[in-house]
Structures are given as C-alpha cells and as structure tokens.
C-alpha cells in the first residue's frame, strides 16, 4: 500500500474530503480515500427520495460562518445561494414562537403591559447586548428577569434537553447550555454568522466535488479495520502485514471503535428520522420547528422549505426526530458526543493512546469527540491537511 499512495485517509465526510482534497491538490499526494458507507459525504449526505423532494438523511444542515477561510475553500465545489435558516418552537396550546427565543417570545407568553416592563428591565440589566445566555437571566437580581429565564427553561429547554441529551439542563455541560442563546435585539434568524448560505446542488455533491481529483481514489463499502490496525505496541500496520505502514493515515471514524474500546466505549447520543410525505400546503410552519413539549420526539425538519427544491412539486418530506442513547445493543449511527467531565477524561485517555501511533492524525467530529458546525470541521480539517502536507514532504 505505502508504494502506490502518499496517504490514507479514513472517512469521507467533510473532513475527510477537505483533507484528502489538500493533499492532492497542494502537495501532490496519491490520496487513498476509505469509506465504509456505500455512498460519500458522511453527514452531510442528501438525496432525492421517492416524492421528488430533497432531503438530508442525517438530519437539517445549513452553512453558517464567520470563518473566511473555511467558507472561500468549501464554496469553490458548488454554486451557492444565500440562505438564512429560520426555526419555530411549538409551545403548546396554539404557540409558536422563533427561536433563538427572546424579544419576539415575551409578546407571546406575557400580557402587553406585563411584556413592555419585562423589555425595559431587560435593557436595563444588558444595554444594547445582542443576545445572551439564559444563564444570565436566571442569575439576575431582577426577579421579572428571573422569571422569564424560569419561564424559558420550563416551557423549552427542561423538557427538550430531557429529551435530546436524557439528563437535566442542570447537569449538563455548560457549553452546550450557554450554545442557547436569548436574543435581546428583536434578531428572528437562527444563526447570526455573517455568511449564510446553501450549495444549490446540496451538500453531498460538495464533498463530490472535493474528492473529484486525478491523485484522489475512494473506495466506498470499505472499513478501514480490514484495511490497518494499530498494534498494542502503537504500531500502524496494514491489515494482515507485520511490518509499518510508513505513510499517514488521517483517521476520522470514532476513536474508541479504532481502539477496540479499550478504555470503554464513549457514550453517544443518536437521531433516528420517521418521514412524511405531505402536501406543501400542510407542512411545518418554518423549515424546522422544535416541540419541547412533544412525547419521545424534539423537533420537525420541513425539506420542502429548503432552497434547493423543485418548487413545482406538489407534495414536501418532513422528517420528525427521535433521539436515542447508542449502546452495543441498538447500534444506532453516533450523532451528538455526550460532553460531560467524565467522557472527557475517557476521550483524552484515547487521544493520548493515539498520540503515541507514528503517522496517525485524528480528524472531525467523530475521532475527536467534539460537536463541529461544518465551517469549524473544515476549518481543523485545512489545519490537519497543511500539518501533515508539512511534515511529510514528497
Ligand atoms: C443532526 C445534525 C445536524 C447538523 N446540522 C448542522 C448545521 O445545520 N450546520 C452545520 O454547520 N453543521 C451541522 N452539523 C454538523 C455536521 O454534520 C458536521 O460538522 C460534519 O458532518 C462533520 O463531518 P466529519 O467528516 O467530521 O464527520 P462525518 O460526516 O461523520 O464523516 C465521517 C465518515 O467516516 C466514515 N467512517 C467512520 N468509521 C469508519 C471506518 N472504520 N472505516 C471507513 N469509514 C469510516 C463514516 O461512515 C462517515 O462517512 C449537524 C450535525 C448533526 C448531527
């Protein structure tokens, strides 16, 4: 293997690609490119399904950043148009608010009287501070403040991270709690990065395009553990050969799994998607809608309200999502790490492990066990493809 090619890299996702695509192209490596699915694109793959409609099998993806970098490199695989994603939670008795909650919520869950109080105490505690967590509203000595942050976690974030996550707010990691953001300048879209935006041709063909390269090959329906092992003397072999591979693989498939779990398995929260086919007229308020309050699942993705459709179809997919824990037993696909202090220390008992593999870099949300958006997942990934590139001149 190390005679034909320059690299190996281990998944064909985002990161994967970006890596892959970097070697080639600017340091002239003979890129291998394994993939165990039958397709490429990892998470972000979509597809044209029965009704005519397009839709993200691994859930509701829209580009947003504020890195420069990372959006001129992955917008050179497609053409793309602005596009800024707008979401509804539905509250219950008839409510529907967009999220992120703020100004907009309080019309809907106060009296007008009591609504204009709670705007002038929340500009006075925070001025002209464009959004903030809801941390903040509950440690505030304004008791109204307080109560509109009680009245938030209770009607949403309670019952929605119970759900999501299956722990309270209160005992998750406060990097995923301060991730919700109250908005405090009237702002109704989602994300507020200044690019926003959608490949016309959807996401999967992105990665298309990257891995589409004289020196890259794919090769999907291929596990990488027929195709290297790490020895327990930290020694990269290919499969079945005693001696090093001597090239450098970039692993991007979970970390515990190329390590036969042998500091236990990192726990994982997981998606599964029951699809409708509707009529336009009878999908989802916004092209995705969270219900809190709803039993077993969190929220609603509308796939005829997103841009790249053809808008003659009559009919729109939605796709409800029900989360799960992943354990040997439901072999659920790994979608959120659970990030907690615990699973923290067993990750970096792995990146240690890994740390001592000559040859062997880590890559993406799976190998290092940390959320990406797909902009911070390009972003490591160039990192990684110029660490590499650098170090192994050709
Ligand atoms: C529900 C959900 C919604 C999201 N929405 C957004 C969004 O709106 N905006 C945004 O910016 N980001 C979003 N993201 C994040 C986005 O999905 C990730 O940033 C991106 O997919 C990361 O790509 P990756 O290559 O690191 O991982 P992946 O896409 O998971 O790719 C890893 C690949 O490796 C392959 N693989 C694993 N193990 C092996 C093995 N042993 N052998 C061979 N191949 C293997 C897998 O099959 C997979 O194809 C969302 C994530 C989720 C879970």
């Known amino acids: ?127 002209a501070t464009p959004a903030v967590p809801v941390r903040l509203l509950l440690s505030s000595a304004d008791p109204w403040v307080t109560a509109f942050g009680r009245t938030l976690v ?91 591979l001597g090239l450098p693989v970039v692993y991007t498939g979970p970390i515990d799994e190329l390590l036969d779990y042998r500091f236990g398995r990192l726990p994982w929260r997981s998606l599964t998607f029951e699809y409708q086919t509707r009529d336009r007229a009878n999908g989802e308020p916004a092209p995705v809608v969270a219900y809190p309050l709803a039993e077993g699942f969190t929220r609603i993705t509308d796939f005829g309200q997103f841009p790249y459709q053809h808008r003659t179809t009559e009919r729109t997919t939605v796709a409800v999502e029900y989360p799960h824990s992943v354990d040997e037993s439901t072999n659920l696909e790994p979608y959120y790490p659970v990030p907690s202090e615990e699973s923290r220390a067993q990750y970096e008992r792995y990146a240690a492990a890994v740390r001592r593999v000559n040859g062997l870099f880590l890559a993406g949300r799976l190998a290092d066990y940390r959320y990406y958006n797909m902009d911070q997942a390009v972003q490591h990934a160039l990192e990684v493809a110029e660490k590499i590139g650098s170090m192994y001149v050709r």
């Open 1 to 127: 293997m190390s005679l034909e090619w320059d690299a190996l890299i281990v998944g064909s996702g985002l990161s994967g690609a970006t890596i892959a695509r970097v070697l080639a192209e600017r340091y002239g490596f003979r890129v291998l490119v394994v993939e165990r699915r039958g397709v490429v694109g990892g998470n972000v793959y979509d597809e044209y399904d029965e009704s005519g409609v397009f839709v993200q099998r691994y859930g509701p993806h829209a580009f947003h950043t504020d890195n420069l970098q990372a959006c001129d490199f992955i917008t050179r695989f497609s053409v793309w148009t602005p596009w800024e994603l707008t979401s509804f939670a539905d509250l219950g008795g008839g409510v529907r608010c967009p999220v992120p909650f703020g100004l907009s919520t309080i019309d809907h869950v106060y009296s007008s009287m009591a609504a204009r109080n709670l705007r002038e105490r929340l500009r006075s505690e925070f001025g």
């Open 154 to 244: 209770e009607l949403d974030y309670r019952p929605y991270t119970s759900k999501q996550w299956n722990m309270s707010p209160e005992s998750l990691d406060v990097s995923v709690f301060d991730r919700v953001q109250v908005s405090l300048d009237g702002e109704l879209r989602y994300f507020r990065d200044a690019w926003q935006l959608m490949p016309v041709t959807g996401f999967g063909s992105v990665v298309t395009e990257m891995l589409r390269h004289p020196l890259i090959s794919v090769r999907t329906s291929t596990d990488a553990r027929s195709v290297i092992r790490v020895s327990d003397t930290a020694v990269l072999h290919a499969n079945g050969d005693s001696s090093e």
